[in-house]
């Protein structure tokens, strides 16, 4: 039994060398680790599966992107960093908060310059808020960065996207975290080759079928496509993996997924490529599949929220509809 460490910050054990929160989900299987030319790769990620690309040298012109380097090129621009009372950063959409009564944002966005996200992270003290810098890369970037970027094997990605029918790069987003940040369980409506830099990331992914556990907030809730919450803990099969510099992890749409920063790995630095979906197969086949349920959900929380006119008419209407009928 791998050891079990309890301070009052929570309860952690040892994962391949790496100190990561408990948790009591009984069933995480493993990932498949390919490197990232394996005959295997191309049908894995065809067949929507998570897939650890290692030795891609995919990302390898970025490994260097520590704060020291990121400070000197990433540019005197300002970026976004949120800040939160807990380790949690769950993302929540600020347009749909404004309108949603009695909404709490769990965080807090700020803009700021990278000296000083450097020296909050630097400075910080047990009871300061936590901080992660989350912010989308573009053309304001150093050139340094800039040539880093172009020296992503951009050959391959391409290749992937046109393969597996992607749509377009939607974007790319820098992450710099503290060790213990975690971005809770949520599903992406993305396909997302998952980059990471500097420390070490532990992500537990879910297969879209396990949408019955997950709860996600209603689609029109700021919080729409995170979990609620885990009351079938004992029913989740999971699936877990630790991602190191120079891995590439490929994370499904609609595939949930919780990633945290190892509590011993130093400042965590990743970058993410969002791919939109590809069209809408012209042949649709049943049974449908998990994700295609997903969408069909989705579809039908948002046409009824357009055609009752109100999107807190949208939970009374379908209970109404389900409860005590479909049992
Ligand atoms: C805001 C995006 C956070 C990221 C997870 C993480 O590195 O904390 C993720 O969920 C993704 O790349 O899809
Ligand atoms: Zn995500």
């Known amino acids: 039994m791998a050891s079990v460490v309890s301070d009052k ?18 069933q995480l299987s493993k990932i498949p680790r390919l490197e990232f030319d394996d005959p295997n790769v191309e049908s894995i990620i065809a067949n929507e599966e998570p897939v650890l690309l290692v030795n891609s040298n995919i990302i390898s012109s970025a490994l260097k992107w520590d704060l020291d380097y990121l400070k000197k090129n990433l ?10 009372k807990t380790c949690k950063f769950m993302y929540y959409d600020e347009k749909r908060a404004k309108q949603w009564p009695y909404f709490i944002p769990p965080t807090q966005r700020i803009h700021m ?4 996200f450097c020296s909050r992270v630097r400075n910080l003290k047990a009871s300061d808020s936590r901080v992660y810098l989350q912010q989308m890369l573009d053309d304001s970037v150093g050139k340094n960065i800039v040539k880093d970027f172009l020296e992503f094997k951009w050959q391959w990605l391409t290749e992937m996207q046109r393969k597996m029918n992607w749509g377009s790069l939607t974007s790319n987003l820098l992450l710099i975290g503290l060790p213990g940040n975690i971005t809770p369980v949520h599903y992406d409506e993305q396909q997302n080759f ?18 019955k556990c997950l709860y996600p907030f209603p689609l029109y809730h700021p919080c729409d496509r995170q979990s609620q919450r885990f009351p079938k803990l004992k029913e989740l099969k999971g699936y877990e993996v630790i991602v190191g510099p120079g891995d590439v992890l490929y994370i499904p749409m609609y595939w949930w997924h919780h990633v945290e920063s190892t509590m011993n790995s130093g400042i965590t630095t ?4 969002w ?9 649709i086949t ?29 939970g009374p209407l379908l209970n109404c509809m389900v409860n005590g009928r479909y049992t």
Do not use: C, W
Not at 194 to 209: N, Y
């Open 75 to 84: 540019g005197a621009g300002s970026f976004s960093v949120y800040s939160s």
């Open 275 to 283: 791919f939109k979906a590809g069209p809408t197969p012209s042949q």
């Open 9 to 26: 910050r929570g309860t952690y054990v040892d994962l391949e060398g790496h100190t990561v929160r408990k948790y009591d989900f009984l």
């Open 270 to 273: 990743s970058v993410n490529f």
């Open 194 to 211: 998952f980059g990471q830099l500097t420390g070490f990331k532990r992500v537990i992914l879910f297969h879209p079928d396990q949408f």
């Open 286 to 314: 049943h049974p449908l599949t998990a994700q295609q349920k997903v969408a069909v959900m989705r579809n039908i929380e948002r046409m009824l929220g357009e055609a009752l006119g109100d999107p807190h008419e949208v």
């Open 113 to 116: 310059k990278f000296e000083e």
